[in-house]
């Protein structure tokens, strides 16, 4: 357990460090809320197409699980950065369970990502009417979409070989992600063949779910079959990371 | 008792046979060193001993435990100092230290007093509250040394572990590498390509090439492979041979000079100032050759084992250049 424990200090005590970098993270999700947010919200003024209340409002849980998307798939894919520069050896060459100190490792990064997210969540309280009883469930729902992504990041990063692949990846998958997950735009009025991504795509239910909590209204599933999703998706994301994560380095 | 034992070791990347069928043994306690230039094998061999890659072929056991089939008994047994820095450049020396603590299943107030011991013993405890961004390259190697020494390995691999390192801190490695040796009583392997460094700490030595091991031995048994030490020596007035048991042969040069072999210049040396003493001659001049294990290395390859790349290239600007 203590390799798990440690690795969790350690992801958050760099993310402690690493003030600059925190600071960027923030200010990418604020020009989003401001300035596509603010802008958007003088357009929509009947606010029926967003159940009910105004965008500024229906954007900013869409906002907030966009910032632990970002975060913690990034997070999930640096495992590359410590391929290439060494501090992954260090973790490789010792006793520990190597499935341990990556679990740790993701557990950590959802920790921080989740973080990152409360933060942006009291930012945008500034702008808009969200239910401040809804902010301790949405964090909960963060930290599970947080787990899947840091998982998925790092199940990228171990079967990725080169830099530019990664890249690539990352430039291909993130966009569309966003964009597909009912946090811009509300769902009901897509195409059906893009609301077919849109289903399979596990940002969609966090928020939906955060959605739930943080507005109260538009929302499109029920919250349990939210949690449902997110849960099973981070446990079994988790577990392919941990067993890919070990496979992709005995060699 | 041996601390590493391999045989027929056999390391292919693809197509590439990065080793090709070593063996050698380590007794405890011992520094052991791997003399070659780069891409000899050394780290790859590091790497196998370390469990970090498999072996294509052959048996490697690490401190009493095989590589492959016990690799986790291994690992808790070893401490290793990679040739490329490894450390967290975002935490403080004093962060790293408890991380690695961590990761080895260590806690609690023995890790803290471990932890303040090691950094004092590489003098850096007054800076342990720094990021190691901060840290000189010198810094660094030491830190990683002090953390390597944190789980109390019985077996230390040190790759390259004063490579890019100014001479006055490299001298410091040194000292640190020869206390632990002493106060630790812990075996130690060690990769480099300077053969100062070499000379200077291993017990036994290990000539790589191309992922052969071509020759093994003491300093001194290497030396002896390429010949015997030589003394020249200027005498006050009278010239004269000596004869004794420990010269093999004494000549006078045409300069007047005397030319005697021996077999190991220190030992040879005040005694034949006792010698000289005794026949009543005075010695005015003493100049001596030592074979170096570059004569060994260029003895059994042809080539220079440093820098072959870089002397070739600075002989090309040569060429170049008289030719203009």
């Known amino acids: ?251 | 008792m041996y601390a590493i034992e391999v045989e027929n070791l056999v390391k292919k990347f693809g197509g590439f046979e990065a080793v090709r069928g070593i063996s050698f043994k380590v007794k405890k306690g011992q520094i052991f060193a791997f003399l070659g230039p780069n891409g000899a094998g050394k780290t790859t061999t590091v790497h196998v001993l370390t469990t970090l890659l498999r072996p294509t072929s052959g048996k490697t056991i690490v401190a009493g435990h095989d590589v492959v089939e016990e690799a986790k008994e291994v690992r808790k047994r070893i401490g290793i100092v990679f040739q490329d820095p490894s450390l967290d450049r975002d935490l403080t020396a004093y962060e790293n230290m408890l991380i690695h603590g961590g990761v080895y299943g260590l806690g609690g107030r023995k890790l803290r007093e471990k932890i303040e011991y090691l950094l004092k013993f590489v003098e850096l405890w007054e800076f342990k509250d720094k990021p190691v961004r901060y840290f000189s390259g010198g810094m660094q190697r030491r830190l990683e040394i002090a953390r390597s020494l944190l789980h109390e390995p019985e077996v230390l691999f040190l790759d390259e572990p004063t490579l890019g390192l100014d001479p006055q801190t490299r001298a410091r490695v040194w000292d640190y590498i020869e206390m632990i040796k002493e106060e630790e009583d812990m075996t130690i392997f060690l990769t480099t390509h300077y053969m100062d460094e070499a000379e200077k700490l291993a017990d036994r030595i290990s000539i790589i090439d191309r992922g052969k091991i071509i020759a093994e031995g003491s300093c001194e048994e290497l030396r002896r492979l390429v010949g015997n030490d030589v003394i020249y020596l200027r005498l006050d007035g009278k010239e004269c041979c000596f004869e004794a048991d420990f010269i093999k042969t004494c000549k006078i040069l045409p300069d007047g000079r005397v030319k005697l072999d021996v077999d190991n210049v220190s030992e040879a040396l005040p005694r034949l100032f006792e010698l000289a003493k005794e026949k009543g001659v005075k010695i005015v001049e003493v100049t001596y050759h030592r074979p170096t294990l570059n004569d060994v290395f260029l003895h059994l390859t042809g080539r220079e084992i440093r820098d072959g790349g870089g002397e070739n290239f600075r002989r090309a600007i040569l060429r170049v250049r008289t030719r203009r």
């Open chain 1, 1 to 251: 357990m203590r390799a798990f424990t440690i690795m969790v200090y350690r992801q958050i005590k760099r993310f402690i460090r690493a003030r600059s970098r925190v600071a960027g993270m923030i200010i990418n999700p604020l020009v989003w809320l401001i300035f596509f947010g603010v802008g958007w919200s003088g357009v929509f003024k009947d606010i029926q197409i967003f159940g009910g209340v105004d965008y500024l409002t229906y954007l900013a849980p869409g906002i907030f699980a966009m910032t632990i998307f970002n975060q913690s798939f990034l997070s999930g894919v640096s495992v590359i950065w410590d391929k290439e520069f060494g501090f992954l050896k260090e973790v490789l060459v010792a006793p520990a369970s190597r499935k341990e100190s990556i679990a740790g490792r993701i557990v950590g990064d959802s920790i921080v990502a989740t973080i990152q997210g409360f933060v942006i969540l009291l930012l945008t309280f500034l702008l808009t009417k969200l239910k401040i009883s809804g902010i301790i469930p949405a964090l909960v729902v963060g930290f599970l979409l947080a787990m899947i992504f840091t998982s998925f990041g790092v199940i990228i990063a171990t079967n990725m070989e080169s830099m530019e692949g990664f890249h690539m990846i990352t430039g291909v998958l993130m966009l569309p992600l966003i964009f597909l997950s009912g946090a811009l735009y509300p769902i009901d009025a897509m195409p059906k063949w893009m609301k077919a991504l849109v289903y399979i795509n596990p940002m969609t239910y966090a928020v939906d779910g955060a959605r739930h909590y943080l507005v109260g209204k538009a929302a499109n599933f029920p919250l349990v079959l939210d949690f449902c999703v997110l849960v099973l998706l981070a446990v079994v994301f988790l577990g392919i990371a941990m067993i890919s994560f070990e496979r992709a380095t005995i060699e």
